[in-house]
Protein backbone atom coordinates (compact mmCIF):
# COMPACT_ATOMS: atom_id res chain seq x y z
CA UNK A 1 0.00 0.00 0.00
CA UNK A 2 2.77 2.28 0.56
CA UNK A 3 4.65 1.88 -2.96
CA UNK A 4 1.01 3.43 -4.17
CA UNK A 5 1.58 7.15 -3.19
CA UNK A 6 4.93 6.92 -4.56
CA UNK A 7 3.80 6.31 -8.29
CA UNK A 8 1.00 8.21 -8.30
CA UNK A 9 3.25 11.19 -7.65
CA UNK A 10 6.01 9.71 -10.12
CA UNK A 11 3.09 9.49 -12.64
CA UNK A 12 1.90 13.55 -12.11
CA UNK A 13 6.01 14.51 -12.06
CA UNK A 14 6.07 12.87 -15.29
CA UNK A 15 3.02 14.79 -16.78
CA UNK A 16 4.12 18.08 -15.27
CA UNK A 17 7.48 17.35 -17.25
CA UNK A 18 5.63 16.31 -20.24
CA UNK A 19 3.12 19.64 -19.72
CA UNK A 20 6.14 21.63 -19.06
CA UNK A 21 8.04 20.93 -22.24
CA UNK A 22 5.28 20.63 -24.55
CA UNK A 23 4.74 24.32 -23.55
CA UNK A 24 8.06 25.27 -23.80
CA UNK A 25 8.24 23.71 -27.47
CA UNK A 26 4.94 25.67 -27.97
CA UNK A 27 6.13 29.19 -26.77
CA UNK A 28 9.61 28.72 -28.74
CA UNK A 29 7.16 28.24 -31.97
CA UNK A 30 5.28 30.74 -31.56
CA UNK A 31 8.07 33.16 -31.26
CA UNK A 32 9.73 31.83 -33.97
CA UNK A 33 6.83 32.90 -35.66
CA UNK A 34 6.13 35.76 -34.38
CA UNK A 35 9.81 37.55 -35.45
CA UNK A 36 10.56 34.83 -38.28
CA UNK A 37 6.95 33.69 -39.77
CA UNK A 38 5.39 34.69 -43.06
CA UNK A 39 3.39 37.35 -41.93
CA UNK A 40 5.97 38.63 -39.68
CA UNK A 41 8.52 38.61 -42.67
CA UNK A 42 6.12 40.35 -45.14
CA UNK A 43 5.78 43.17 -41.99
CA UNK A 44 9.00 43.59 -41.81
CA UNK A 45 9.76 44.37 -45.58
CA UNK A 46 6.92 46.65 -45.51
CA UNK A 47 8.71 48.44 -42.98
CA UNK A 48 12.04 48.63 -44.47
CA UNK A 49 10.77 50.10 -47.97
CA UNK A 50 9.10 52.69 -46.04
CA UNK A 51 12.34 53.42 -44.07
CA UNK A 52 13.81 54.48 -47.56
CA UNK A 53 11.74 57.35 -47.19
CA UNK A 54 13.49 60.25 -46.74
CA UNK A 55 13.13 62.72 -43.45
CA UNK A 56 12.57 66.45 -43.85
CA UNK A 57 14.84 68.77 -42.42
CA UNK A 58 13.13 69.00 -39.26
CA UNK A 59 11.68 65.93 -38.47
CA UNK A 60 12.92 62.66 -37.11
CA UNK A 61 11.62 59.69 -38.85
CA UNK A 62 9.04 57.22 -36.56
CA UNK A 63 10.38 54.56 -38.61
CA UNK A 64 12.63 52.25 -37.50
CA UNK A 65 15.88 52.00 -40.42
CA UNK A 66 16.45 49.10 -42.24
CA UNK A 67 18.21 45.87 -40.90
CA UNK A 68 21.41 45.58 -41.63
CA UNK A 69 22.34 42.34 -40.09
CA UNK A 70 20.25 39.78 -38.36
CA UNK A 71 22.73 40.21 -35.66
CA UNK A 72 22.27 43.06 -33.16
CA UNK A 73 26.34 44.03 -32.48
CA UNK A 74 26.83 43.53 -36.43
CA UNK A 75 24.33 45.80 -37.16
CA UNK A 76 25.77 48.28 -35.06
CA UNK A 77 29.61 48.15 -36.68
CA UNK A 78 27.55 48.39 -39.62
CA UNK A 79 25.46 51.25 -38.72
CA UNK A 80 28.71 53.65 -38.27
CA UNK A 81 30.00 52.42 -42.04
CA UNK A 82 28.98 55.81 -44.34
CA UNK A 83 29.09 53.23 -47.25
CA UNK A 84 26.23 51.07 -45.44
CA UNK A 85 23.39 52.93 -46.66
CA UNK A 86 24.21 52.72 -50.46
CA UNK A 87 24.49 49.23 -50.28
CA UNK A 88 21.26 48.89 -48.65
CA UNK A 89 19.98 51.28 -51.16
CA UNK A 90 21.32 48.89 -53.76
CA UNK A 91 19.79 46.16 -52.64
CA UNK A 92 16.36 48.01 -52.29
CA UNK A 93 17.15 48.65 -55.76
CA UNK A 94 18.07 44.82 -56.98
CA UNK A 95 14.78 43.85 -55.37
CA UNK A 96 16.21 41.63 -52.46
CA UNK A 97 15.23 40.72 -49.13
CA UNK A 98 19.25 40.43 -48.32
CA UNK A 99 20.91 42.39 -45.48
CA UNK A 100 24.22 44.29 -45.66
CA UNK A 101 25.61 41.77 -43.74
CA UNK A 102 24.51 39.05 -45.78
CA UNK A 103 26.06 40.39 -48.88
CA UNK A 104 29.33 41.07 -47.49
CA UNK A 105 29.63 37.61 -45.47
CA UNK A 106 28.50 35.76 -49.12
CA UNK A 107 31.43 37.81 -51.01
CA UNK A 108 34.13 37.38 -47.69
CA UNK A 109 33.31 33.56 -47.34
CA UNK A 110 33.27 33.19 -52.04
CA UNK A 111 36.69 34.82 -51.53
CA UNK A 112 37.89 33.04 -48.91
CA UNK A 113 37.31 29.76 -50.94
CA UNK A 114 39.25 31.17 -54.19
CA UNK A 115 42.48 31.99 -52.23
CA UNK A 116 42.43 28.76 -49.66
CA UNK A 117 42.52 27.19 -53.23
CA UNK A 118 45.03 29.22 -54.83
CA UNK A 119 47.34 28.58 -51.35
CA UNK A 120 46.36 24.79 -51.52
CA UNK A 121 47.50 25.32 -55.16
CA UNK A 122 50.99 27.04 -54.34
CA UNK A 123 50.14 29.29 -56.80
CA UNK A 124 51.83 32.73 -56.82
CA UNK A 125 50.66 35.98 -54.85
CA UNK A 126 48.88 37.73 -58.14
CA UNK A 127 47.38 34.72 -58.98
CA UNK A 128 45.90 34.01 -55.29
CA UNK A 129 44.53 37.40 -55.71
CA UNK A 130 42.77 37.08 -58.92
CA UNK A 131 41.76 33.44 -57.52
CA UNK A 132 40.64 35.60 -54.40
CA UNK A 133 38.94 38.18 -56.29
CA UNK A 134 36.77 36.44 -58.77
CA UNK A 135 34.55 34.34 -56.65
CA UNK A 136 34.18 37.94 -53.86
CA UNK A 137 32.69 39.65 -56.80
CA UNK A 138 30.09 37.03 -57.74
CA UNK A 139 27.75 37.85 -55.23
CA UNK A 140 27.97 41.82 -55.82
CA UNK A 141 27.85 40.84 -60.23
CA UNK A 142 24.50 39.06 -59.04
CA UNK A 143 23.17 42.10 -57.25
CA UNK A 144 23.89 44.37 -60.08
CA UNK A 145 22.26 41.61 -62.62
CA UNK A 146 19.11 42.10 -60.80
CA UNK A 147 18.79 45.55 -60.30
CA UNK A 148 19.59 46.71 -63.96
CA UNK A 149 16.86 44.15 -64.80
CA UNK A 150 14.58 45.41 -62.33
CA UNK A 151 15.41 49.04 -63.13
CA UNK A 152 14.82 48.67 -66.91
CA UNK A 153 11.12 46.47 -66.19
CA UNK A 154 10.30 49.67 -64.07
CA UNK A 155 11.32 52.05 -67.11
CA UNK A 156 9.46 50.37 -69.57
CA UNK A 157 6.42 50.29 -67.41
CA UNK A 158 6.32 54.28 -66.08
CA UNK A 159 4.60 55.36 -69.09
CA UNK A 160 1.45 52.78 -68.58
CA UNK A 161 1.70 53.60 -65.35
CA UNK A 162 1.11 57.62 -66.29
CA UNK A 163 -1.55 56.61 -68.57
CA UNK A 164 -3.78 54.72 -66.04
CA UNK A 165 -2.81 57.73 -63.58
CA UNK A 166 -3.97 60.37 -66.43
CA UNK A 167 -7.11 58.45 -67.42
CA UNK A 168 -8.17 58.25 -63.62
CA UNK A 169 -7.31 62.05 -62.89
CA UNK A 170 -9.25 62.46 -66.41
CA UNK A 171 -12.32 60.74 -64.55
CA UNK A 172 -12.56 63.01 -61.76
CA UNK A 173 -10.48 61.06 -59.37
CA UNK A 174 -7.53 62.37 -57.22
CA UNK A 175 -3.54 61.54 -58.05
CA UNK A 176 -3.44 59.32 -54.67
CA UNK A 177 -6.99 57.79 -56.17
CA UNK A 178 -5.14 57.36 -58.98
CA UNK A 179 -1.97 55.75 -58.03
CA UNK A 180 -3.96 53.04 -55.41
CA UNK A 181 -5.16 52.24 -58.72
CA UNK A 182 -2.43 51.89 -60.53
CA UNK A 183 -0.57 49.83 -57.38
CA UNK A 184 -3.39 48.02 -57.82
CA UNK A 185 -4.00 47.31 -61.58
CA UNK A 186 -0.01 47.06 -62.73
CA UNK A 187 2.34 44.29 -62.30
CA UNK A 188 5.36 44.39 -60.26
CA UNK A 189 7.57 45.83 -59.35
CA UNK A 190 6.35 49.11 -60.49
CA UNK A 191 2.61 48.04 -58.37
CA UNK A 192 5.07 47.59 -55.42
CA UNK A 193 6.79 51.33 -55.64
CA UNK A 194 3.67 52.73 -55.98
CA UNK A 195 1.84 50.75 -53.55
CA UNK A 196 4.46 52.03 -51.15
CA UNK A 197 3.62 55.74 -52.44
CA UNK A 198 0.09 55.17 -51.66
CA UNK A 199 0.62 54.05 -48.52
CA UNK A 200 2.99 56.65 -47.03
CA UNK A 201 0.63 59.24 -48.03
CA UNK A 202 -2.37 57.69 -46.17
CA UNK A 203 0.18 57.43 -43.06
CA UNK A 204 0.45 61.17 -43.51
CA UNK A 205 3.74 61.39 -44.95
CA UNK A 206 3.91 64.53 -47.49
CA UNK A 207 3.58 63.71 -50.91
CA UNK A 208 7.14 65.57 -51.41
CA UNK A 209 8.10 63.24 -49.48
CA UNK A 210 6.52 60.10 -50.88
CA UNK A 211 7.41 61.18 -54.08
CA UNK A 212 11.59 62.10 -52.91
CA UNK A 213 11.44 58.35 -51.45
CA UNK A 214 9.95 56.89 -54.98
CA UNK A 215 12.98 58.48 -56.36
CA UNK A 216 15.64 57.28 -53.81
CA UNK A 217 14.12 53.69 -54.36
CA UNK A 218 14.13 54.04 -58.14
CA UNK A 219 17.23 55.96 -59.29
CA UNK A 220 15.90 56.80 -63.24
CA UNK A 221 15.80 60.18 -64.54
CA UNK A 222 12.07 59.39 -66.04
CA UNK A 223 10.94 59.32 -62.63
CA UNK A 224 12.22 61.97 -61.41
CA UNK A 225 10.50 64.00 -64.36
CA UNK A 226 7.41 62.58 -62.67
CA UNK A 227 7.60 63.70 -59.22
CA UNK A 228 8.91 67.05 -60.68
CA UNK A 229 5.95 67.42 -62.84
CA UNK A 230 3.41 66.76 -60.35
CA UNK A 231 5.03 68.78 -57.74
CA UNK A 232 5.14 71.52 -60.25
CA UNK A 233 1.64 71.17 -61.10
CA UNK A 234 0.38 71.17 -57.14
CA UNK A 235 2.07 74.47 -56.57
CA UNK A 236 1.41 76.36 -60.01
CA UNK A 237 -1.59 74.37 -61.17
CA UNK A 238 -2.47 73.21 -64.40
CA UNK A 239 -4.60 70.38 -66.20
CA UNK A 240 -2.64 67.31 -64.35
CA UNK A 241 -4.20 64.58 -66.80
CA UNK A 242 -2.34 66.85 -70.03
CA UNK A 243 1.00 66.84 -68.16
CA UNK A 244 1.33 63.63 -67.27
CA UNK A 245 -0.19 62.58 -70.78
CA UNK A 246 3.00 64.56 -72.74
CA UNK A 247 5.13 63.17 -70.21
CA UNK A 248 4.21 59.37 -70.91
CA UNK A 249 4.15 60.31 -75.08
CA UNK A 250 8.18 61.84 -74.21
CA UNK A 251 9.02 58.81 -72.52
CA UNK A 252 7.74 56.34 -75.12
CA UNK A 253 9.70 58.34 -77.70
CA UNK A 254 12.79 58.23 -75.21
CA UNK A 255 12.33 54.30 -75.04
CA UNK A 256 12.12 54.06 -78.65
CA UNK A 257 15.07 56.25 -79.40
CA UNK A 258 16.88 54.14 -76.90
CA UNK A 259 15.72 50.31 -78.70
CA UNK A 260 16.94 52.39 -82.21
CA UNK A 261 20.30 52.93 -80.82
CA UNK A 262 21.00 49.53 -79.29
CA UNK A 263 19.97 47.72 -82.45
CA UNK A 264 22.29 50.34 -84.61
CA UNK A 265 24.77 49.80 -82.07
CA UNK A 266 24.71 46.04 -81.95
CA UNK A 267 27.59 45.13 -84.60
CA UNK A 268 30.05 47.64 -82.20
CA UNK A 269 29.17 45.81 -79.49
CA UNK A 270 29.21 42.47 -80.49
CA UNK A 271 32.96 43.38 -81.90
CA UNK A 272 34.07 45.08 -78.31
CA UNK A 273 32.94 41.32 -76.98
CA UNK A 274 34.67 39.47 -79.60
CA UNK A 275 38.02 41.59 -79.23
CA UNK A 276 37.98 41.38 -75.77
CA UNK A 277 37.62 37.80 -75.43
CA UNK A 278 39.45 36.85 -78.20
CA UNK A 279 42.84 37.02 -76.89
CA UNK A 280 42.06 34.53 -73.53
CA UNK A 281 40.26 32.10 -75.36
CA UNK A 282 42.69 32.02 -78.03
CA UNK A 283 45.53 31.38 -74.98
CA UNK A 284 43.73 29.27 -73.59
CA UNK A 285 43.66 27.09 -76.66
CA UNK A 286 47.75 27.76 -77.61
CA UNK A 287 48.35 26.32 -74.06
CA UNK A 288 45.75 23.39 -74.42
CA UNK A 289 47.38 22.25 -77.94
CA UNK A 290 50.82 22.88 -77.03
CA UNK A 291 51.62 23.94 -73.47
CA UNK A 292 55.46 23.66 -74.34
CA UNK A 293 54.85 26.50 -76.23
CA UNK A 294 53.42 28.59 -73.77
CA UNK A 295 55.12 27.65 -71.16
CA UNK A 296 58.12 30.36 -71.36
CA UNK A 297 55.60 33.09 -70.76
CA UNK A 298 54.30 31.61 -67.46
CA UNK A 299 57.82 30.62 -66.38
CA UNK A 300 60.30 32.95 -67.58
CA UNK A 301 60.25 36.38 -65.99
CA UNK A 302 60.84 37.74 -69.08
CA UNK A 303 57.54 36.08 -70.29
CA UNK A 304 56.19 36.73 -66.82
CA UNK A 305 56.46 41.04 -67.41
CA UNK A 306 55.46 40.73 -70.71
CA UNK A 307 52.42 39.02 -69.53
CA UNK A 308 51.50 41.28 -66.76
CA UNK A 309 52.16 44.70 -69.50
CA UNK A 310 49.47 42.60 -71.58
CA UNK A 311 46.49 41.82 -68.93
CA UNK A 312 46.43 45.69 -67.81
CA UNK A 313 46.56 46.95 -71.63
CA UNK A 314 43.42 44.56 -72.39
CA UNK A 315 41.74 45.49 -68.91
CA UNK A 316 42.39 49.49 -70.22
CA UNK A 317 41.24 48.31 -73.60
CA UNK A 318 38.10 46.98 -72.21
CA UNK A 319 36.92 49.75 -70.28
CA UNK A 320 37.57 51.62 -73.28
CA UNK A 321 35.64 49.22 -74.91
CA UNK A 322 32.66 49.44 -72.96
CA UNK A 323 32.73 53.31 -72.68
CA UNK A 324 32.59 53.57 -76.65
CA UNK A 325 29.71 51.00 -76.89
CA UNK A 326 27.66 52.44 -74.17
CA UNK A 327 25.44 55.46 -75.76
CA UNK A 328 23.17 57.13 -72.97
CA UNK A 329 19.76 58.82 -74.03
Same mark, same amino acid.
Given at each position: ?13 ? #? ?9 ? %? ?75 ? /? ?15 ? #? ?62 ? %? %? ?44 ? /? ?44 ? /? ?31 ? #? ?19
Amino acid at each position: MSQNPSGHAIFVVL #LLVFVSIFLLI %EGAWLLYRARRGPEAMRLQRRLDRLAHTAAGPDRRSLLKPGRLSELSFVARILSGIVVTSTLHNLLGQAGLHWTVAR /LLLLSAAAGAAGLALGL #LGAQPPYVCLVLAGMPAALPWGYVATLRRRRLRRLALQLPEALDLIARAVRAGHSLPLGIQMLA %E %EMQQPIAAEFRLVHEQVSFGVSLQQALAGLCERVPLTDYRYFAVAV /LIQRQSGGNLAEVLGNLSKLIRERLKLLARIRVLSAEGRMSAWTLA /LLPFLLGALLNWVNPDFMRPLWLDPIGVGILRA #LLCMMLLGIVVLSRITRIRV
